[in-house]
């Protein structure tokens, strides 16, 4: 139903992708992965005809199809406009869909009053609901999703999980969520930057995700096993060799000139030894895998006494404008829990993180790191990357920014490069390096796991489980919620309450 072939797309003069040839069929889940400016989105753009930075070659066959495309995030002129005017073009194309639009509004949870509303006003979920939706009541072929699991609440999530497994038409898909990607995909993208960023590479296989990750790490161990083997046993014969050639070029040197016969046999032996090592030298080893390095970070040792009080929140109401989203809110913090709030979408979350966060942000006996869910509230601030993570211009402090940068996978070139040209991915990454160095030891994290790869989210989890300080988060990613989190709350209209871990 869809067909690409030898398709190449360069950007700055980089190849994100090479040569690739994939067909999508009739139930095919086809799930790109691959880490932060790798290409995936723009490989949706491009399928799309709608990438305006990229040069590319090779063929696009949408075979007739009427294709469906969830962009990352909804276009700034499309903002401005009310949900109604972006659903529909006209009175006369809301009655030809009125029925996918009631039908499927009852299904990801949206209230008829929402059509009324300016795009702009909505959460982050709603506005990636509203995307869906559009994305649905037009009944397309094929449906292309970038990043679909975008703040959505966790019902949603789970609502979306079924759908991409019931329906039958093609989904191509680009997620950072794990559940979802090892619930749905039956075809595997790959999209890899190797050699410092300079080459590429891409892996399309037919196989869940659970079975892609576990098979890759098993290969890259084998193989790389394999080649350090191969490397010891040449260097042993190597030096092997190099002795037995010390010493027969020893005996030459001494030999003395009434022995012309020892002589002789001593340059034949030479002459032996010097075929076995043009022999050896012409071996071909076993590459070592070369496949993108994992990102490493880690917090310096960070201590909250137990009983140390954080935070003691009261609101009354939780307004925005003049909605009250929700009343009686109440939150008590001590010592080093891990929180995360979770909820319906428009329910008031990142409003109230960001509350906690204006609450705390100047406290002198605690040290706070914030990440917001919209990054640009921040980083809109900063021109590029250095400046953001560290404001010092002290040599030494620069050298430690750029190492930390250096785990990230950021290359020199991206460590100057301009903030507004990063991807989602990589800005949720400066952020992260930002408070490592800041040694902070209270973390306010909103969606601190969006947008980062499926390949890197275990790293991250891992260094925040670890982490000794207090974490007060927002969060739907389910492995966060499990593996991170020690306190649950999820966020009504009547408050907070305390629930159980899914």
């Known amino acids: 139903m869809l067909e690409v072939k030898n398709l190449s797309i360069i950007v700055e003069d980089r190849f994100l992708v090479k040569d690739l040839s994939l067909t999508l069929n009739k139930g095919d889940k086809l799930a790109i992965i691959?880490?932060?400016?790798?290409?995936?989105?723009?490989?949706?753009?491009?399928?799309?005809?709608?990438?305006?930075?990229?040069?590319?070659?090779?063929?696009?066959?949408?075979?007739?199809?009427?294709?469906?495309?969830?962009?990352?995030?909804?276009?700034?002129?499309?903002?401005?406009?009310?949900?109604?005017?972006?659903?529909?073009?006209?009175?006369?194309?809301?009655?030809?869909?009125?029925?996918?639009?009631?039908?499927?509004?009852?299904?990801?949870?949206?209230e008829d009053s929402i059509l009324k509303r300016i795009i702009n006003t909505l959460s982050g979920g709603e506005k990636v609901k509203v995307g869906l939706l559009k994305l649905l009541i037009n009944e397309h072929n094929i449906l292309l999703l970038d990043e679909p699991?975008?703040?959505?609440?966790?019902?949603?999530?789970?609502?979306?999980?079924?759908?991409?497994?019931?329906?039958?038409?093609?989904?191509?898909?680009?997620?950072?969520?794990?559940?979802?990607?090892?619930?749905?995909?039956?075809?595997i993208l790959h999209l890899e930057q190797i050699k410092k960023k300079t080459e590429c590479?891409?892996?399309?296989?037919?196989?869940?995700?659970d079975a892609y990750v576990e098979n890759r790490l098993r290969k890259i161990d084998k193989e790389t096993q394999e080649a350090r083997y191969e490397?010891?046993?040449?260097?042993?014969?190597?030096?092997?060799?190099?002795?037995?050639m010390d010493k027969v070029e020893y005996q030459q040197n001494t030999i003395s000139r009434s022995d012309p016969h020892g002589a002789r046999l001593l340059k034949k032996k030479m002459h032996s030894l010097k075929s076995q090592e043009r022999k050896l030298n012409n071996l071909t080893l076993t590459e070592i895998p070369d496949?993108?390095?994992?990102?490493?970070?880690?917090?310096?040792?960070?201590?909250?006494?137990?009983?140390?009080?954080?935070?003691?929140?009261?609101?009354?109401?939780?307004?925005?404008?003049?909605?009250?989203?929700?009343?009686?809110?109440?939150?008590?913090?001590?010592?080093?829990?891990?929180?995360?709030?979770?909820?319906?979408?428009?329910?008031?979350?990142?409003?109230?993180?960001?509350?906690?966060?204006?609450?705390?942000?100047?406290?002198?006996?605690?040290?706070?790191?914030?990440?917001?869910?919209?990054?640009?509230?921040?980083?809109?601030?900063?021109?590029?990357?250095?400046?953001?993570i560290t404001q010092s211009k002290d040599k030494e402090d620069i050298t430690k920014a750029r190492a930390y940068l250096g785990n990230m996978n950021f290359t020199r070139e991206e460590m100057v490069s301009k903030i507004k040209n990063l991807s989602n991915g990589s800005k949720a990454k400066i952020f992260l390096t930002k408070l490592v160095l800041d040694k902070c030891n209270i973390l306010?994290?909103?969606?601190?796991?969006?947008?980062?790869?499926?390949?890197?989210?275990?790293?991250?989890?891992?260094?925040?489980?670890?982490?000794?300080?207090?974490?007060?988060?927002?969060?739907?990613?389910r492995k966060y919620i499990n593996e991170v989190i020690d306190t649950l709350y999820v966020l009504t209209e009547n408050g907070l309450k305390k629930i159980e871990k899914y």
């Not at 590479?201 to 995700?209: A, V």
């Not at 939780?318 to 913090?333: F, Q």
């Not at 796991?449 to 927002?474: A, E, H, M, Q, Y």
């Open 291 to 388: 496949v993108e390095e994992s990102i490493n970070f880690f917090f310096e040792e960070v201590i909250i006494p137990k009983n140390k009080i954080i935070l003691n929140l009261n609101i009354n109401e939780l307004k925005i404008d003049n909605k009250v989203l929700s009343k009686n809110i109440e939150l008590n913090v001590i010592g080093n829990t891990h929180i995360a709030i979770i909820g319906k979408n428009g329910v008031g979350k990142s409003t109230l993180i960001k509350i906690i966060y204006e609450k705390l942000k100047d406290r002198k006996d605690i040290k706070i790191g914030y990440m917001p869910q919209r990054y640009e509230d921040i980083l809109d601030n900063y021109d590029n990357v250095l400046d953001f």
């Open 201 to 209: 590479k891409y892996t399309l296989i037919k196989t869940n995700y």
């Open 34 to 110: 691959g880490e932060e400016g790798n290409g995936k989105s723009t490989l949706l753009k491009v399928i799309m005809g709608v990438c305006t930075y990229a040069e590319t070659n090779g063929i696009i066959n949408l075979k007739g199809n009427s294709i469906g495309y969830l962009e990352q995030s909804i276009n700034n002129k499309d903002l401005i406009k009310s949900v109604y005017d972006y659903l529909f073009i006209n009175e006369n194309d809301y009655y030809k869909k009125v029925n996918n639009l009631y039908k499927y509004m009852k299904q990801i949870d949206l």
């Open 444 to 477: 306010i994290l909103d969606e601190p796991t969006r947008n980062v790869s499926p390949l890197s989210n275990p790293v991250i989890r891992k260094v925040l489980k670890d982490f000794k300080g207090t974490i007060i988060s927002v969060s739907h990613d």
């Open 231 to 244: 490397r010891r046993e040449f260097n042993k014969q190597q030096e092997k060799l190099r002795k037995v």
């Open 149 to 187: 699991t975008n703040d959505l609440d966790i019902d949603t999530l789970k609502w979306l999980e079924n759908f991409i497994i019931s329906i039958d038409k093609p989904i191509m898909y680009v997620s950072h969520d794990e559940v979802l990607l090892s619930k749905t995909a039956n075809m």
